[in-house]
């Protein structure tokens, strides 16, 4: 028998609330935060390949960053797994047996903390990185998938903001760390035949 940390003494009110408020809302409201919270990280794969494609057109350095944005939002994804696996905290529709828009997760497949809302902050935060402009456009796409992961009953809010902060947190940690090594790697990268991922012709 797994033993699993039960989240409902941190914010169970806060999560009823937005799921009785789901459920009170319109079908097309709740048919489309649903295909958000299932298919809205696509867009965000969408956004890092507009970001590299502008890089390319700003210079070699921002080019390799852009290229890094999308394996360092894999490594916080993989931070925020580790994380899962610590706690181990079950999923609020588990824990307090409720009506929920998305199908309850079989047991084991842990809730803290949301791995949406960690790659959807990541991207965001790695654009900030390339383009103020996409990374603002990410961010407010970001809260909305966090939002959207309560609002379908997947997680608590705790949960989200965690996954926020393991995101937020993550990249900019690592992008840092590779600003020097980017600077010293681009130039070299851009005399090779990888120069059309660097810089636009």
Not at 38 to 43: F, K, N, Q
Not at 51 to 58: C, H
Not at 175 to 181: G, Q, T, V
Request: glycine share 4%; aromatic share 8%.
């Amino acid at each position: 028998m797994i033993l699993a940390f039960d989240g409902s003494s941190v914010d169970r009110s806060a999560y009823t609330d937005v799921v009785n408020l789901a459920h009170r809302s319109p079908t097309w409201l709740n048919d489309t935060v649903s295909a958000w919270s299932t298919y809205g990280l696509a867009l965000f794969a969408v956004l890092l390949f507009a970001g590299w494609w502008r890089a390319r057109r700003v210079g070699a350095v921002a080019s390799v960053t852009a290229l890094a944005a999308p394996f360092v939002v894999v490594l916080a994804y993989g931070v925020d797994a580790v994380l899962k696996l610590l706690v181990r905290e079950d999923r609020p529709c588990q824990s307090l047996r409720v009506a929920t828009l998305e199908a309850c997760p079989a047991p084991g497949d842990w809730s803290f903390p949301s791995n949406h809302a960690a790659i959807a902050a990541a991207a965001a935060v790695a654009l900030l990185f390339v383009s103020r402009r996409l990374g603002a456009v990410a961010a407010v796409a970001a809260c909305a998938m966090a939002l959207s992961r309560v609002w379908v009953g997947a997680h608590y809010p705790h949960d989200v903001v965690a996954g926020v902060v393991v995101g937020a947190v993550t990249v900019p940690l690592v992008l840092l760390a590779l600003r020097r090594p980017a600077q010293a790697l681009a130039p070299r990268l851009a005399a090779t035949r990888l120069r059309p991922l660097l810089v636009a012709s």
